[in-house]
């Protein structure tokens, strides 16, 4: 796994999106499961509890992939950096409309767009193959 930029993106991601998840919970008590308006997880993160599950999902599947095979944590970094980089821009339209299920704020865009960056960069740039034979 670690001679794999993708399987080591993925586990260290998973791992951290997992933490992030169950961390979300200690600030989101009498918070709604939809809010858009939610607790401050490390004072500048805001979260409500959809949102901290969302993060235990991503952070399943981010850690499963990695741990799984190299092609795997290709396509999960992949596909979990373009729905990153779409959340990332739209989430700056949703703040201060009903849609904001997320209860996002100006932090979670711009740690959507860095996370989005490095997934998206590793996925496409890392364990290409070559002639021919695939990595594992």
């Known amino acids: 796994m670690s001679s794999s930029p993708n399987r080591l ?3 260290i991601f998973g791992a951290v999106y997992l933490l992030v998840g169950l961390l979300g919970f200690a600030v989101t008590g009498g ?3 939809l809010a858009t ?4 997880l490390l004072g500048i993160f805001m979260v409500n509890p959809f949102h901290n599950v969302a993060h235990l999902l991503i952070g399943a599947v981010l850690l499963i ?3 799984i095979s190299v092609r795997a944590a290709k396509t999960v970094n992949i596909i ?3 729905a990153y980089l779409l959340l990332g821009i739209v989430g700056f339209f949703l703040v201060g409309t009903s849609l904001n299920v997320l209860a996002l704020n100006t932090f979670d865009h711009f740690l959507h767009l860095v996370s989005a960056i490095l ?3 590793v996925g496409f740039a890392a364990d290409r193959q070559t002639r021919g034979v695939a990595t594992a």
Do not use: D, H, M
């Not at 308006?37 to 401050?40: F, V």
């Open 80 to 82: 979990i950096g373009a």
């Open 9 to 11: 993106l993925g586990v």
């Open 119 to 121: 997934l998206l960069g």
């Open 65 to 67: 992939g990695g741990l």
């Open 37 to 40: 308006k939610g607790g401050l």
């Open 31 to 33: 918070v709604g499961f």
